[in-house]
């Protein structure tokens, strides 16, 4: 079989969602199946200023070699420069989409004798899924869709989206009275569209499959019924090994928090938690290594609350496990909105693998995963005292802070064993 994979991430980007696909597509062309891949250049080069996109023509596709093997082909697709901000990179994803929209066109037109039998979009970003259903039709292919956490349902909590920001921009707080609603309302109906006529669909957590199972919009649709599957996001991490033994348990708790630093985790609450634990006489040393779009916000709120904390930066150089080692526990943390009950942070699999004891400031899934798996604890988002509960518990020797050999079992079998079997047979489905 002929898949075509369309994302707005992949390699050399090192994010979630590259690694994920990357990952996948090597399973793919282990099973014998024959991989292309549309994506834009990465992030580096879609800062080009105007002047040097237009003279460069980098609106054009072009096809490149995979280095690395994982897939046959990699079809560079044309983009539009655009700034760092909310609202900015939403036009930025629009401009890849139709950027990725004139690759399928040209690649894949009615003369070209390469054509896919089975294209595979994943969102988000959003449009990627209009993307893939014209290519698909374009082409008479199957399509599937990538389906990471719970959109379009996050997009009902744009209105609190800033929460966790020091101040929304004055573009933002206009287009937030009703174009933001519209759009919103757009994209969840086209969603929709796309999703009840695809042939498959792919999630990365069971309760998001088993919400979408029952959702009224795509019960026409028997196909998407009868082939949904979960592939968790335990791709292999670089460089990790095996955590360090703990030292002395001496001075204050250390925690760690490692990922990004946006709106969906509003890390404030971890602030609040560690002035009341001090309070108690437990001290707390904070460590928070990444970026995002509330980074300055929450070390802002960390010096206004006279809170430990340092902030880094990490550099593609730096050794996670470095970080990991340093750690007495390790964060997973979300805020309170409901749709992220029914999403796993992959940061859960990662820390589940290296055996950082893990605080799991979350709901839903990802609390029966760290406790049926003794991977760390777990305590309810927003809720500074019950975070600062535990931590004492961690540090007066109440809980253990040591995880368990199991999550580390676990997430390997998934990936080695349980992810192929899984792939194989929606693949199959997907042929039949």
Partial sequence: MRILIISQYWSPESNVPQRRWEWIASILKSQGYEIRVIAPPPASVRRAS??????????????EEEKNDAVDLVIRSGFIPCGGSLIQRAIGQAGIALGSLYAVLVEFGFWKSWK????????????????????????????????????P??????????KGIKSASLKHKILSRGPIQFVSFVVARTLYYVLGKAQGVIFTAEDLKLD???????????????????????????GL??????????????????????????LQNVIDAAVIAAERGVPIELKFVGAGDARLSVKDYAKQRKVPATFIK???????????????TALVHLTDWKPLE???????????????PITGVVAGESVRLI??????????????????????????????????????????????????????????????
């Fill in 50 to 63: 105007i002047k040097h996109w237009w003279s460069a023509s980098l609106f054009r596709p072009r096809t």
């Fill in 116 to 151: 896919p039998e089975l294209v595979i979009g994943t969102v988000p970003a959003l449009p990627t899924a209009v993307v893939a259903f014209v290519a698909a039709k374009i082409s008479r292919a199957k399509l599937a869709i990538d389906l990471r956490d719970a959109w």
């Fill in 153 to 162: 349902d996050l997009l009902a909590y744009s209105s609190e989206w800033n």
């Fill in 212 to 238: 979408f199972q029952n959702r009224p919009q795509l019960r026409k649709n028997s196909k998407f019924l009868n082939n949904m599957v979960t592939i968790r996001n335990v791709f292999p991490r670089e």
């Fill in 241 to 266: 090994g095996q955590k360090k033994a703990p030292g002395s348990g001496e001075g204050p708790l250390k925690v760690l928090y490692a990922g990004t630093i946006g709106r969906a985790q509003r």
């Fill in 314 to 328: 990490r550099k593609s150089a730096d050794s996670i496990s470095d970080y990991y080692d340093w750690a007495d």
């Fill in 342 to 356: 029914r999403t796993v942070p992959s940061k859960l699999f990662e820390l589940m693998e290296y055996g950082v």
């Fill in 371 to 432: 406790e049926s798996l003794e991977a760390g604890y777990a305590v309810p988002p927003e809720s500074p005292e019950a975070l600062a509960n535990l931590w004492c518990a961690l540090a007066q020797g109440e809980l253990s802070l040591k995880a368990s050999e199991r999550a580390k079992h676990w997430v390997e079998n998934e990936r080695n064993n349980v992810v192929p079997s899984l792939i194989a047979k929606f693949l199959k489905q997907m042929e039949s």
